[in-house]
């Protein structure tokens, strides 16, 4: 009926069985940004916000949630992940997260790199929203996938 996995022939939702597929190496880097004011960019910068170090709550609160993703989004397996990085780039009006997770195993970690990036964005947010309420996260993407049977892909 459909080419998206997580239907069935008669068009009801799935979680897809993996359980015959090969374990392999997989990675995923997502990304997104944070548009602020300077002065917001400033304290988040210096950690002076009202509720301390921003980065590095939200450095967790992106690794948590990329091991938690199984438990947000409905069909997508529980990982065992090996490894998950969150980082931080400053830009002129702006942060730029990136979010890599990695793994041996029978799926994707597509969803985790995302999860984490939007989770780690949403922290900053929540941090520094007594400095700015107007703030805008944009641009929430996958940029590359390694490994399984799709092979890589990379963002234009």
């Not at 002076?48 to 438990?71: C, E, H, N, Q, W």
């Not at 969150?86 to 597509?110: Q, S």
């Amino acid at each position: 009926m459909s080419k998206l996995t997580h239907l069935d022939e008669s068009g009801a939702a799935r979680m897809v069985d993996v359980g015959d597929k090969p374990q392999t190496q997989r990675s995923a880097t997502a990304a997104g940004r944070i548009r602020m004011s300077a002065a917001t960019l400033e304290a988040v910068h210096e950690g002076s916000g009202p509720k301390g170090d921003v980065l590095s709550t939200a450095r967790i609160a992106g690794i948590m949630a990329a091991k938690r993703t199984g438990d947000l989004i409905p069909m997508c397996h529980p990982l065992m992940l090996d490894t998950v990085s969150v980082d931080f780039t400053f830009e002129n009006d702006a942060i730029t997260v990136t979010a890599r997770a990695a793994l041996t195993g029978k799926t994707g970690v597509e969803m985790e790199a995302l999860t984490a990036a939007s989770i780690a964005l949403l922290t900053i947010y929540d941090m520094a929203k007594a400095l700015e309420k107007g703030m805008v996260i944009e641009q929430v993407r996958l940029i590359e996938k390694t490994g399984g049977k799709s092979g890589d892909w990379h963002a234009e």
